[in-house]
């Protein structure tokens, strides 16, 4: 009954590869988030979409692209791996935007560039 | 930058003792969130107290919010080891997102 699921749990790979990180959940929430936390533990937003449109696209390089096939999915796609892209990269769910209602997060996928 | 502080980076105290965390960030606020996370694990959802609140408790939990000085406080009372675990305030203000403290590494032993 995972609420919020991410699949891999681990990634290791290349520079320069393309990979892909699935987010799944079943809370029926309308908004859904990608975070990035580096090895200093420090949590920052990525993207945010809510009923399957991009509300939230902070800065981040355009080799990261999110896709939302429906308002209970929203993967990542990044491009040309770098060894800077290593992180833990969470994903996210509320119900409603703006920040104002708990969110809820997968487990991370552990994203290693050799 | 917008980010949160938390003091102390880390916190170790023995099973039975309080634990306070503090934080501190820059703009004006919705509301406040506090999250916990566990080693390998992602972040839970602990309290959320609104701008125009001062305290809320929940089980062993008190916050506390003074936007005067833009901090936060989360006690933790009666620790146990299974507390264990990194702490992060999250605020929300005029740009609709969560924005994460630095968080609070509290170890409880036995």
């Known amino acids: 009954d995972t609420a919020v699921s991410q699949t891999p749990k681990y990634l290791v790979t290349q520079m320069g590869n393309d990979k892909s990180i699935k987010c799944e959940q079943n809370?029926?929430?309308?908004?859904m988030y990608w975070y990035k936390q580096d090895s200093k533990k420090f949590l920052k937003i990525m993207f945010s979409?809510?009923?399957?449109?991009?509300?939230i696209n902070e800065t981040v390089p355009n080799r990261f692209s999110p896709k939302s096939p429906d308002k209970a999915h929203l993967n990542l796609h990044i491009n040309s791996l770098e060894l800077g892209d290593s992180a833990v990269y969470f994903c996210?769910?509320?119900?409603?935007?703006?920040?104002?209602?708990?969110?809820?997060f997968g487990d991370g996928t552990r994203l290693s560039i050799l | 930058s917008q980010q949160g502080e938390e003091d102390p980076q880390a916190l170790s105290i023995q099973e039975g003792e309080n634990a306070t965390m503090n934080c501190s960030y820059k703009?004006?606020?919705?509301?406040l969130q506090w999250y916990r996370q566990n080693s390998g694990r992602g972040l839970v959802h602990l309290i959320l107290?609104?701008?125009?609140?001062r305290e809320k408790h929940s089980g062993r939990l008190r916050v506390t919010l003074d936007t005067s000085k833009k901090s936060s406080s989360l006690l933790i009372t009666a620790s146990r080891a299974a507390d264990t675990a990194s702490y992060f305030c999250?605020?929300?203000?005029?740009?609709?997102?969560?924005?994460f403290g630095t968080g609070t590494r509290l170890q409880v032993t036995l």
């Open positions: 996210a769910s509320s119900q409603g935007t703006g920040g104002v209602e708990p969110q809820h």
């Open positions: 809370l029926g929430h309308d908004t």
């Open positions: 979409y809510n009923n399957k449109e991009l509300i």
């Open positions: 703009t004006s606020i919705n509301n």
């Open positions: 107290i609104r701008s125009n609140e």
């Open positions: 999250a605020h929300t203000g005029t740009a609709s997102k969560l924005t």
